[in-house]
């Protein structure tokens, strides 16, 4: 699944409620994020470096949900 399809999921899903502190997801999935993730921040990068949110189970932030691989 795509980073967009995602965040659609989690849009449609939880909407304007509480979203979940992490999400279950597959190993393709988590490797789009990461990729997205690694993209956008690199636009952002400052001196060289890029700024990514690990949540604590050591799992990436996306859209302040942290994704657990399954």
């Known amino acids: 699944m795509t980073t967009e399809a995602l965040v659609k999921i989690f849009n449609t899903e939880f ?3 509480a979203w979940p502190e ?4 597959d190993y393709e999935t988590y490797a789009n994020v990461c990729v997205s993730v690694i993209k ?3 636009r952002y990068a400052i001196n060289g ?3 990514i949110s690990i949540g604590p189970n050591e799992g990436i932030m996306l859209k302040n949900v942290e994704l657990i691989l399954k």
């Open 15 to 17: 909407g304007m409620g």
């Open 22 to 25: 992490s999400y279950e997801v």
């Open 40 to 42: 956008e921040r690199t």
């Open 49 to 51: 470096r890029i700024v």
